[in-house]
């Protein structure tokens, strides 16, 4: 028999008082089902076993291990939020509970449960091999000396997990702070740098390249630190009201922070079909949302719901390129936009 199957026998043992007290009464009447009247081994189908408290002791340190696990999941959730997630931690909390539960299903049956096996199939109708799957059920159970406990520390687990899995039910909605979402390391004079760290000038910025600058002396983790620059040419931009001189000599900044799903936008499309596509524009591969550079990042394809933010430039007397402020407007996934209140 499988663990699974092992398991819902655990769990019809939380019955055998009831069980105990109908075969007491049918005793009583003539005998037990199957076995004359002397009550003994002979009325058994499952042979008795002996009682196994140290692979009780195991189920017992399994499943507090693993409500241990499911504790920290919660505790690792609500303490980091939903903005700094660590998705490893969490994905180790909730492997290591379910390891655990596994490795306490399988000392039950390996350990505490008497083995039966019955390879005839089960004529139809089969009330009284009905009866007598109960009664094995019943009788497997007999190494088990702790079952309260077991049960109860099974019911224990099974909640921390229950808890462990509606935990994530708050992602779905705005209750976390979401303030730091809104912090970018971008301020007017910060100067835009390549991978390496060093500094990107305008000269160096080449028509239909894709750069990616992050701030200088800034983490270029953080949400709000990349950044897509691309030279365009300056009569054809069409940049919203109040941008005029965000795009020194047609070099543009967006955020590398896709608006769909916080993916990288990692793509710069080179117009080949006039028709079909009319103009450069950058996209995220991941589900190929598509943005116009030329005016302000507008989405012109796929499932983003709003423009990329654009960095305002400007460039230094030495010809490097710095920020001129900050973003247009909130980084990441529109669904950061949602707020406990409105503001």
């Not at 009247?37 to 196994?52: L, M």
């Not at 922070?257 to 996209?283: D, F, M, W």
């Not at 989405?299 to 460039?315: C, K």
């Amino acid at each position: 028999m499988s663990a699974l199957q092992w398991l819902l026998a655990l769990i019809v043992v939380a019955f055998e008082r009831l069980t105990r007290r109908r075969s007491r009464q049918g005793e009583n009447g003539g005998g037990k089902q199957g076995g004359g009247s002397d009550g003994g081994e002979s009325g058994r189908i499952v042979p008795a076993g002996t009682p196994q408290r140290s692979a009780e002791n195991f189920v017992l340190a399994f499943l507090a291990v693993a409500t241990m696990f499911a504790a920290g999941f919660i505790a690792v959730y609500t303490v980091f939020g939903a903005h700094l997630m660590p998705n490893e931690l969490l994905g180790i909390c909730m492997g290591g509970a379910l390891l655990c539960i596994g490795g306490a299903l399988t000392v039950v049956a390996k350990r505490l449960v008497v083995t039966e096996e019955i390879e005839d199939d089960y004529p139809e109708p089969h009330p009284k091999e009905q009866e007598e799957v109960l009664q094995i059920v019943h009788e497997s159970g007999s190494r088990i000396t702790r079952k309260r406990l077991l049960l109860g520390a099974g019911g224990v687990t099974g909640t921390a997990l229950g808890l462990a899995a509606l935990t994530t039910v708050a992602s779905l909605g705005p209750i976390w702070d979401t303030g730091p979402l809104d912090y970018t390391p971008w301020r007017r004079g910060r100067r835009l740098v390549d991978e390496a760290g060093h500094p990107l000038l305008a000269a160096d910025i080449s028509h239909e390249t894709f750069y990616t600058a992050f701030p200088e002396g800034a983490d270029p983790e953080q949400i709000g630190s990349p950044l897509v620059v691309v030279r365009l040419d300056p009569w054809l931009l069409r940049l919203p009201p109040g941008r005029a001189n965000w795009a020194p000599d047609g070099i543009v900044a967006y955020s590398k922070i896709c608006t769909h799903a916080g993916c990288a936008v990692a793509l710069y499309r080179k117009p080949l079909e006039p028709l079909l596509e009319p103009s450069p524009a950058l996209v995220c591969p991941c589900h190929y949302s598509t943005f116009d550079p030329y005016n302000g990042a507008k989405v012109i394809f796929g499932p983003a719901g709003r423009p990329l933010p654009q960095l305002p430039l400007m460039i230094d007397a030495a010809g490097g390129l710095r920020a001129a402020g900050n973003y247009s407007g909130r980084v990441g996934p529109a669904w950061w936009n949602v707020r406990e209140s409105p503001t």
